[in-house]
Each structure stands twice: as C-alpha cells, then as structure tokens.
C-alpha cells in the first residue's frame, strides 16, 4: 500500500487518510479482494514504523510522508492541498526525535477504530514507536521451516514469495516485534491477492 499511497500525496507528501479512501482510491478495481480492515492494518504498520504521520484537522484524518523531501525534493507547488500538520510533527520530521512516553496522550477509541494511531485529535502529539519491534534480522533466512510453513498456507512459489518480502522490508526498514509472524501474513495476503476476483473471468 506504501507506493500506492505515494501516488496519492501532493508536492507536499500530504494525503487523506480516511481507510475508506484510501481503499477506494488505493485499490480501485480490486473489488471485495481487498478489505477495509487490511487497509487499516496496513496504515496502523506504516504509522508504526514511522513511514508516515497522521493528523486531524476539522474532524477529518491526513496523513503525511516523513522522508518526503528527501526523496522527492522540495515541493514545486506553493502551497498544499491539505491542511498544514500540527508544529510538533514538523518539528520531529527533522530532527527523529520521538515524543517520550510520559508525554505521550493517550488516542480516542474512534481514532483508534478507524487505523490512525499516530496523533491525538486533542492534543496532536505523537506517540513513541511499540517497543520490541527490531529491523530485518541478520540471521532471517528461508528456512525449511518457513518454506513448508508458506507452502502450507498456499504459496507456490515460496523462495520467490521470500524475495519480494525480504526485499520489501528491508528497503521501507520495516520493524516487526515477530518477523515469523510478520512472514506468514505476507505469506497470507499473498495467496488472497492471488485468487481471481469475483466475477471476472479470463483475466
């Protein structure tokens, strides 16, 4: 979802982030393939490992990317389409200096509900990252085990599969408290992503 989301951002690496359009908007044409519940836990993962911020502004959810200027350059536009982040965003997008956690608030359960865990409506803080998450492991290799493991869930082609997983995480530095767990979900959506849509035949 990370590039799909990035076609979505202004010059400013701002974007909405209701899960509702970003399913429709992301994920057009995928029908009941994609669920709103994967959205949300997807945007919950990017959020945790601190790709993207969010943000509430007049009742409604944005979000924006950390790492945007430095990979896309400035912005050519003057200014955003979307409402400017609160300060402390900004502030902490420049200097990866997380809020600690005695000043972290606490985030309202429709917050919560909907996937976006980074920002407090009320007092727009950031909360720290879950503890235990770690990068990709030095020692995390497709072993029989996890081999038989992806081929029981349905995968064909597990050491192709494993390419794309490894070579996914390691480029986004994705942090995962449980990377066994982390392989069996992608092995998961995978298989789910494989299966036709409904309806569509001899595509």
């Keep these: 979802m990370f590039w799909r989301m990035v076609t979505m951002a202004d010059d400013f690496g701002r974007f909405e982030a209701e899960p509702v359009l970003l399913l429709s908007l992301a994920f057009p044409g995928f029908g009941n393939r994609i669920k709103l519940d994967n959205v949300k836990a997807w945007l919950n993962e990017l959020v945790a490992c601190d790709h993207v911020r969010t943000y509430v502004c007049n009742c409604k959810h944005y979000g924006i990317f950390t790492n945007w200027e430095r990979y896309q ?25 997380l809020v600690s956690e005695s000043e972290s608030v606490s985030v309202s359960e429709s917050e919560s509900e909907i996937g976006i865990g980074a920002v407090s409506a009320s007092a727009s803080r950031c909360l720290p990252p879950p503890k235990g998450k770690r990068p990709w492991p030095p020692d995390f290799e497709l072993s029989d085990d996890r081999k038989r493991k992806a081929t029981e869930i349905g995968v064909r082609d597990p050491e192709r599969e494993w390419q794309k997983f490894r070579a996914r995480n390691q480029s986004l530095g994705t942090r995962y408290a449980n990377w066994d767990r982390a392989w069996e979900n992608w092995c998961l959506k995978a298989v789910e992503f494989a299966k036709p849509a409904a309806g569509i035949v001899g595509l």
């Design 73 to 97: 350059g400035k912005a050519r536009a003057k200014e955003s389409k979307y409402p400017d982040p609160p300060a402390n965003i900004c502030e902490q997008m420049q200097t990866k200096v």
